[in-house]
Structures are given as structure tokens and as C-alpha cells.
Nanobody
Framework: QVQLVESGGGLVQPGGPLRLSCAASGFPFSSYAMSWYRQAPEKERELVARITSTGGSTNYADSMKGRITISRDNAKNTVYLQMNSLRAEDTAVYYC?????????????WGQGTQVTVSS
């Protein structure tokens, strides 16, 4: 059974840090690229960061570039999102996603999300 379980969300003051984790099970984690998305109320879900299966390459959304770092530990089947200098506009539900393309077939799995609220 595939599972992606996010944790680490919560209430944080503007300017503060937060570290999200996503623990994976039920699929070959080290073969999948991992991404973090977020969705604010009444807005579309947007890509925040992505890391390749080996961790050798990362991409970040312009809106958060310089304030976030995505990393993974394939031995622990976990991907992380370190967020710093958080702003009110970063308030959203954050989701992790696993994805790969194998023999032209796309596979993807989503977590249930974790709420991040940036407020004083």
C-alpha cells in the first residue's frame, strides 16, 4: 500500500522557519522524483520544489527561491522541505508528490497534505 505522510506543518510567525517531512512507503522511493506543492485557499495548487530520484538536481518556484531547500534521504524514504523567512502569503496546505515515468507510463502518488499557517 502506497503511503506518503507529510508532517511538520503548523503555525509559525512571519520570518520564522519550518521544516516539513514526507515519509514514503509502499513503492521504490529511490526511483521516484519527489516534489512539494502547495495550495492556498481559492488558489490553484502550485509546484514549490522538486528533487530528482538521486537528489542530484533540484528546482524551485520563483516565489520561494532562496528561502527554501528540498532534500531527501533515500535510506529513510523521506523528503524534506526546509522553509525560512516565511511570509503570510506562504500560508497554504503543503503536499508531497512522488512521480516517475516508466516505459512511457506515468506514475504519481500524493500525500494528504499538511497545513502551514504564517501569522503573528
Amino acid at each position: 500500500q502506497v503511503q506518503l505522510v507529510e508532517s511538520g506543518g503548523g503555525l509559525v510567525q512571519p520570518g520564522g522557519p519550518l521544516r516539513l517531512s514526507c515519509a514514503a512507503s509502499g513503492f521504490p522511493f529511490s526511483s521516484y522524483a519527489m516534489s512539494w506543492y502547495r495550495q492556498a485557499p481559492e488558489k490553484e495548487r502550485e509546484l514549490v520544489a522538486r528533487i530528482t530520484s538521486t537528489g542530484g538536481s533540484t528546482n524551485y518556484a520563483d516565489s520561494m527561491k532562496g528561502r527554501i531547500t528540498i532534500s531527501r534521504d533515500n535510506a529513510k524514504n523521506t523528503v524534506y522541505l526546509q522553509m525560512n523567512s516565511l511570509r503570510a502569503e506562504d500560508t497554504a496546505v503543503y503536499y508531497c508528490k512522488a512521480s516517475r515515468v516508466l516505459w512511457r507510463q506515468e506514475y504519481e502518488y500524493w500525500g494528504q497534505g499538511t497545513q502551514v499557517t504564517v501569522s503573528s
